[in-house]
């Protein structure tokens, strides 16, 4: 099993350029997470799928949209990228919102000049 | 004010040290804490669960108190393994959502 895998591992973008950062578990969990992680942020919740189907807005959703495209893929879409949108993403699943442990990606770093 | 903060350190502690975290939230709604560690440029894994009686896991010792809203992890006798950015997480109601402080980074020394 790989757990969770994100692609790509790094991306350079330019401002107003657009990108889609894909994640994918083969656990058989039904919730997904969006997170960015900014120095001294800690991680903040983007977007979540509590299941295949739904997605609902998390904490800094704006410039942001994401698709459940099924029950294992999850991805985030940057349509125009900006500079504030600088940092590392990380994808992570559990079984249910309410499980406690969420099992994260390696996580991508992007940066926008 | 943060949900969740922690003192972002960095702690650095000699080999068979003891060294404590502590946590504070702000929600007192708050039902579930957690430490997570993430090690450099990897991605955050659970370390252990939080328990209002407080609980152990061989070197490390977590303990909650409700009535000042806050968490401490300690880490007796430290290794150069232990060197990672410990993150306090609590589950509100809202959603069930996990909240991440920013993390205290811990440096053991040889």
């Known amino acids: 099993n790989a757990g969770v895998t994100q692609t790509p591992k790094f991306q350079v973008l330019k401002t107003g350029q657009s990108m889609t950062l894909q994640c994918a578990q083969d656990?058989?969990?039904?919730?997904m997470y969006w997170y960015r992680q900014d120095p001294g942020m800690g991680l903040r919740l983007i977007y979540y799928?509590?299941?295949?189907?739904?997605?609902d807005k998390g904490e800094v959703p704006n410039g942001y949209n994401v698709s459940r495209l099924n029950k294992r893929e999850f991805s985030l879409r940057l349509e125009s990228a900006a500079p504030s949108q600088t940092s590392v993403y990380f994808c992570a699943s559990n079984l249910r919102t309410d499980s406690y442990e969420q099992y994260f990606g390696p996580g991508t770093r992007l940066t926008v000049t | 004010r943060k949900e969740v903060e922690q003192d972002p350190g960095p702690f650095n502690v000699p080999e068979g040290a003891t060294v404590a975290f502590n946590c504070t939230y702000s929600?007192?709604?708050?039902?579930?804490f957690f430490w997570y560690r993430q090690d450099c440029r990897k991605e955050p894994k659970l370390l252990m669960s939080v328990y209002s009686s407080g609980n152990e896991d061989g070197r490390f010792t977590a303990q909650l108190n409700r009535a000042s809203q806050y968490i401490s992890l300690l880490i007796r006798d430290s290794k150069l393994s232990d060197s990672a950015t410990y993150l306090c997480v609590v589950r509100s109601g809202a959603g069930n959502m996990l909240t991440f402080g920013g993390g205290t980074r811990l440096m053991v020394k040889p």
């Open positions: 799928s509590a299941s295949e189907g739904t997605t």
């Open positions: 656990m058989n969990h039904n919730s």
């Open positions: 929600n007192s709604a708050s039902q579930s």
